[in-house]
């Protein structure tokens, strides 16, 4: 038996029933849920300060995120993104134990790393990181990234790239990778930004979130042939300010992805139950058309 083997507890009956009517997407042969939730909020990457960053990693310790993880699939969420697979053991391991079925998406760009994590995560795809993906394009060496999707089916699951530049999801399209899946950044945080000749001095503002790459983007994503996962729909945080602003960045996405696509969002339920109003607008407004 893999160390992630579902025991098949009470709670996974419980899912299974409250889980029917979710809007769900097909990757390969597998169908999961349309809402997917992410891993950076449990990882501690918040892009709001190192103060919020801290205060993530003291919420979720690995009880805290097991405890998460069955709220998002008695939810209807079936299936979590993470990206790191040393840093998921410790609440993967409890969360099968627990009865969970979740499927997992593994995001990680060590290419000789890639059979050990399967074996120890059993995950149903293994996709490139993005940031990483976007440097080995800009330095020529779009090739690794093309191993490693070989080197994913080599391994027995589907294969993934992920991206925040669109440009990299468009040349993997038209070169015709054998990709099962693309993550796709709503905003192109990997973007070079240069101040020398603005004669105005500025302070490092951190991370562009430039309004319109949200269009950018999901004009790619809806000429590619293969499913599609948009992150960072809600800006990490920066459409955050009120439910109304969260359900209006949904509608986008779901508006503006083709019907085969999903989302994966991070969520931070410290004082607001995210899961559920999270898992509502993707019922709502994520049915296929």
Request: net charge neutral; charged share 20%; with cysteine.
């Amino acid at each position: 038996a893999s160390a992630l083997e579902s025991t098949g507890t009470v709670e996974a009956a419980e899912t299974s029933s409250s889980s029917g009517s979710f809007p769900m997407i097909q990757i390969g042969r597998h169908r999961i849920s349309r809402l997917v939730a992410g891993s950076n909020p449990i990882l501690g990457y918040s892009y709001s300060g190192p103060h919020t960053d801290r205060h993530m990693k003291d919420y979720y310790t690995p009880e805290r995120t097991v405890e998460f993880l069955l709220n998002c699939e008695r939810a209807g969420i079936t299936t979590h993104q993470f990206a790191d697979p040393e840093h998921a053991l410790p609440y993967l391991r409890p969360l099968r134990e627990r009865g969970s079925r979740m499927s997992f998406i593994c995001l990680s760009s060590q290419r000789d790393k890639i059979k050990e994590a399967v074996a120890q995560t059993q995950p149903i795809a293994m996709v490139h990181h993005g940031g990483a993906t976007d440097r080995l394009f800009a330095d020529g060496k779009a090739t690794q990234v093309h191993d490693y999707v070989k080197a994913a089916h080599d391994c027995g699951v589907l294969a993934g790239v992920s991206a925040h530049n669109p440009d990299c999801i468009k040349r993997v399209a038209d070169e015709g990778w054998e990709v099962d899946l693309f993550m796709a950044c709503f905003y192109f945080l990997t973007r070079t930004i240069v101040h020398k000749d603005n004669e105005i001095p500025m302070l490092d503002f951190g991370l562009p979130f430039f309004k319109d790459d949200p269009k950018a983007m999901t004009q790619v994503v809806r000429q590619v042939k293969q499913p599609c996962l948009g992150f960072k729909i809600l800006g990490s945080g920066r459409h955050c300010s009120n439910q109304q602003t969260v359900r209006a960045a949904f509608k986008f996405a779901f508006e503006n992805l083709k019907p085969t696509d999903g989302v994966i969002v991070g969520m931070f339920p410290w004082f607001f139950d995210e899961v559920s109003a999270n898992a509502q607008f993707t019922r709502e407004l994520g049915k296929p058309a």
